[in-house]
């Protein structure tokens, strides 16, 4: 065999095992191309005339784990990555780029330029309300400003979501085109294969069909098994009706054989990388090259095959172990975000009356959402469904919130408005020199000032500044012109305080002395006490029940009871009365003895009525008896006072007589 053609049988066996063994990876890597999510499979190869080995995994995974991002990263072939964006305007830029300019994008970057956006605002949020804080506002009155990057960011987001799906149909389309095409190529080598002749004349056709199988990417995934095999069958046909040097074919043998076995060397040592993610993606390589490795001798087929598709397996074990383990988590996630959906749905915002009701549950929620931002994904079809109801919760919160201090604020301002009256009201009087009236009005004014509810803090200090300073304007001026009056009261009050310290030595000393000594002295004092002056009007009710308390021990312990007080202040009130005055008081007190003394002859015969067996009797009779006592004792210092009455008569006749004399 020439040269020429030993060429071009090396370059037909090569294509003929390239063709014949190819067969999809993890159900066709056009669909894992065009998927958003790693497919959680196995690797399915095939080899001519070997026997097909179907995926030990499911063909297709659930999409939307945590491990999305992992699966869409670009591969060692793939581009450096941009920079990441340190600014929300390089998020929108990076956006607007991938929207305007037909850049390549995977959905994790997107994701990852969603998460820095949102981190960035958040950021931006945090550092307002910080700034606000700082300013003197209170925290529960931040309101964050609107976004006006948000828009535009949500609207360039949904852009490139239209496009990518305009691209999936694309794709789609282009997929139907090269099934039909390739089917085609399919009975075309069909015919070429039926017979020793008709493939030695059709040699050239061939080698260019499989040129233009190679160029032929993307088909549907679930035809690519099928066309594969039917490819293969009729490309081994057309290939044992070849008529070519079997010297050439055992060199290529070899040669194919050397490099599977280098493969499935390769392929085993996967067991040894740590991450399955990264074992996964190497062994889709080396599919790729076993795929476009040329055969090897009938009776090796098998053995190699065998071989690699065992190391296969073990790395589709763990990598199928890995998803897995994600999904449970997944799972565990989404009782975890469940559990905290329904804290916030079952907090009860009408019994939050205060600005600290608020603000204490403000802190419990805003603990909440931090802790949701601990838990990792949720299942792709539950992970959208469980962040709305969640972000509803809030919201239904934090805008109960928002009218809470809403309707607050305007408290707060008819709080000021009335307040600032207040302030122009003590401003007006400040200059007055009518010190008592009004220092009266003042107080007044101070009175109704603490009536009024609160203003807003940022102008809470100045209102009330403005207010004391014009009341202290007013007390100081006013201190100023009636100092000599309040040293006089001052001086009153030294004397009232030696009245009392009297009282108590007195009190010391007086069960050693006679009770009518005690008697005179107590009333002495009192005389003393009532002839000093006005004391300091904040302290003249401290100093007088101090004085009273002193009185009443006073009498209690050395036995002077109140009737007896009553007796003496009348013997000393009745000095004073004379002639027809004194007269009409002793007939005062005769009327006043006789009604009392029928009052007690009254209730004396009503006790007789009363059964002395009967429970509700005697209750009756104690309560009569202790009525009849009292009256008893009004009728005996009636009859004292009746009794200085007439002796004072008696002294005044005995004195007109010895006048006449």
């Not at 850049?103 to 969603?114: D, G, N």
Request: proline share 3%.
């Amino acid at each position: 065999m020439d040269e020429k053609k030993i060429t071009e049988t090396e370059e037909v066996l090569n294509e003929v095992a390239t063709n014949a063994e190819e067969t999809p990876i993890a159900g066709n890597a056009s669909a894992e191309a065009e998927s958003e999510t790693p497919a959680d499979v196995s690797v399915q190869v095939e080899e001519s005339a070997e026997p097909a080995a179907e995926a030990e995994t499911p063909a297709e995974a659930e999409a939307a784990t945590p491990a999305e991002a992992e699966a869409e990263a670009p591969t060692e072939e793939a581009a450096e990555p941009k920079p990441q964006p340190k600014t929300k305007e390089e998020v929108v830029e990076r956006l607007r780029e991938i929207a305007h300019d037909g850049l390549q994008v995977t959905r994790p970057e997107l994701e990852h330029l969603k998460q820095i956006y949102y981190h960035l605002h958040a950021a931006e949020t945090a550092a307002a309300r910080d700034k606000f804080v700082a300013e003197g506002g209170a925290p529960e009155e931040f309101m964050p400003e609107p976004d006006p990057l948000e828009e535009k960011f949500k609207a360039e987001m949904e852009l490139i979501k239209e496009l990518r799906a305009k691209e999936a149909a694309s794709a789609e389309e282009q997929k139907q085109a090269n099934l039909k095409r390739k089917l085609e190529i399919i009975e075309l080598v069909k015919a070429f294969g039926e017979s020793p002749e008709t493939a030695d004349k059709n040699f050239d056709t061939l080698k260019k069909l499989q040129a233009e199988w190679r160029e032929i990417k993307l088909v549907p995934a679930e035809n690519a098994t099928e066309l594969w095999k039917n490819y293969q069958l009729y490309i081994e046909r057309f290939y044992d009706q070849l008529h070519l040097n079997h010297e050439a074919r055992m060199y290529d043998f070899r040669k194919n054989l050397e490099k599977k076995l280098e493969l499935c060397e390769k392929a085993e040592r996967l067991t040894d990388v740590e991450d399955p993610i990264t074992a996964f993606r190497q062994l889709q390589v080396l599919h790729q090259e076993y795929r476009e490795t040329g055969p090897v001798e009938r009776d090796k087929r098998e053995e190699v095959w065998t071989r690699f598709k065992e190391a296969s397996t073990a790395v589709n074990k763990r990598h199928q172990a890995h998803f897995e383990g994600l999904k449970a988590q997944e799972e565990e996630n989404l009782q975890r975000k469940t559990a905290l959906c329904e804290r916030m749905e079952t907090i009860d915002l009408d019994v939050l009356k205060t600005f600290s009701d608020w603000d204490k549950k403000t802190k419990e929620v805003l603990a909440t959402q931090a802790e949701w931002k601990t838990i990792g994904f949720t299942p792709r079809k539950m992970n959208a469904k469980i962040f709305e109801r969640f972000r509803a919760a809030c919201d239904r919160f934090f805008q109960r919130k928002a009218e809470f201090f809403k309707a607050s604020r305007e408290t707060f301002a008819t709080n000021l408005e009335a307040k600032n009256k207040l302030v122009e009201e003590a401003e007006a009087l400040k200059e007055s020199t009518d010190w008592n009236s009004t220092a009266n009005k003042l107080i007044a004014l101070q009175r109704r000032w603490k009536e009024t509810g609160p203003v807003p803090h940022k102008v809470s200090e100045a209102v009330w500044k403005r207010f004391s300073a014009a009341c202290n304007y007013f007390f100081e001026k006013k201190e100023e012109a009636t100092g000599d009056q309040r040293r006089e009261e001052e001086e009153n009050l030294a004397q009232k305080k030696g009245v009392i310290a009297e009282l108590e030595q007195l009190l010391a000393e007086g069960k050693d002395k006679a009770q009518e000594t005690v008697q005179q002295a107590v009333h002495e004092l009192q005389e003393k006490w009532n002839a000093i002056g006005h004391v300091p009007y904040r302290k003249k009710d401290k100093v007088y029940k101090k004085y009273r308390e002193v009185l009443d021990r006073l009498y209690e312990e050395l036995h002077i009871s109140a009737r007896r007080r009553n007796v003496e202040n009348f013997r000393r009130a009745l000095t004073e009365k004379v002639g027809s005055e004194l007269a009409r008081e002793r007939q005062r007190l005769q009327t006043l003895f006789e009604a009392k003394k029928d009052e007690v002859q009254t209730y004396e015969t009503n006790l007789s009525f009363f059964s002395s067996k009967s429970a509700t009797g005697n209750s009756l009779v104690e309560e009569v008896q202790k009525k009849i006592a009292r009256l008893k004792g009004d009728l005996e210092e009636i009859g004292e006072k009746l009794r200085a009455a007439r002796q004072k008569e008696r002294e005044e006749a005995a004195a007109e007589e010895a006048g006449e004399e």
